[in-house]
T-cell receptor
Framework: DGGITQSPKYLFRKEGQNVTLSCEQNLNHDAMYWYRQDPGQGLRLIYY???????QKGDIAEGYSVSREKKESFPLTVTSAQKNPTAFYLC???????????FGPGTRLLVL | DQQVKQNSPSLSVQEGRISILNCDYTNSMFDYFLWYKKYPAEGPTFLIS?????DKNEDGRFTVFLNKSAKHLSLHIVPSQPGDSAVYFC????????????FGSGTRLSIRP
């Protein structure tokens, strides 16, 4: 089955801790994205990558970091610098030349 | 500055009737528009899209209308069904956006029996 997987479904972060959210796709998509959704708000772009070993900041990149060492994988690290990390995080991907993004099931991050 | 706006946070429609969800945008460089449907605690799923060279696109019960002069698009669902109850996001992208998609804040649609 082709698709996008995100793990874990729920993640708890302690104060001062870095946590990493996983995003894997087997769709052979070139571009991958990370979004954050807060209650009552739309999706806001954190980072995106159009090709392996390259990525760009989105609208709210502060306090986050990413890597794109493999085409299939685009992990997001929420660092201790992110002061309000509680949110629903969504990963998406799209094929080269296409506009439609396909989303994973999301990870809910909570702060202890 | 919200480039994609969904001014109605919620909408309630009777089952079997037409649901109309509205979306306005400000950036005239947008040339591709999408609608996504989202259930709680799940990722959005793509519903329907429209290119700026068209003014209407239909897929089953779903039709998207684009009015470029008014910078407005709408999603029509007819007939509305209970499973349509979800949050609907309007999104837009353009040549200058480097493949980024800008999302609206969403409209929660509730279908009542």
């Amino acid at each position: 089955d082709g698709g996008i997987t995100q793990s874990p479904k729920y993640l708890f972060r302690k104060e001062g801790q870095n946590v990493t959210l996983s995003c894997e796709q087997n769709l052979n998509h070139d571009a991958m994205y990370w979004y954050r959704q807060d209650p009552g708000q739309g999706l806001r772009l954190i980072y995106y990558s159009q090709i392996v070993n390259d990525f760009q900041k989105g609208d709210i990149a502060e306090g986050y970091s990413v890597s794109r060492e493999k085409k299939e994988s685009f992990p997001l690290t929420v660092t201790s610098a992110q002061k309000n990390p509680t949110a629903f995080y969504l990963c998406a991907s799209t094929a080269s030349g296409q506009e439609t993004q396909y989303f994973g099931p999301g990870t809910r991050l909570l702060v202890l | 500055d919200q480039q994609v706006k969904q001014n109605s946070p919620s909408l309630s429609v009777q089952e079997g009737r037409i649901s109309i969800l509205n979306c306005d945008y400000t950036n005239s460089m947008f040339d591709y528009f999408l609608w996504y449907k989202k259930y709680p605690a799940e990722g959005p799923t793509f519903l329907i899209s429209i290119s700026s060279i068209k003014d209407k696109n239909e897929d089953g019960r779903f039709t998207v209308f684009l009015n470029k002069s008014a910078k407005h698009l709408s999603l029509h669902i007819v007939p509305s069904q209970p499973g349509d109850s979800a949050v609907y996001f309007c999104a837009a992208s353009g040549y200058s956006s480097a493949s980024k998609i800008i999302f609206g804040s969403g409209t929660r649609l509730s279908i009542r029996p």
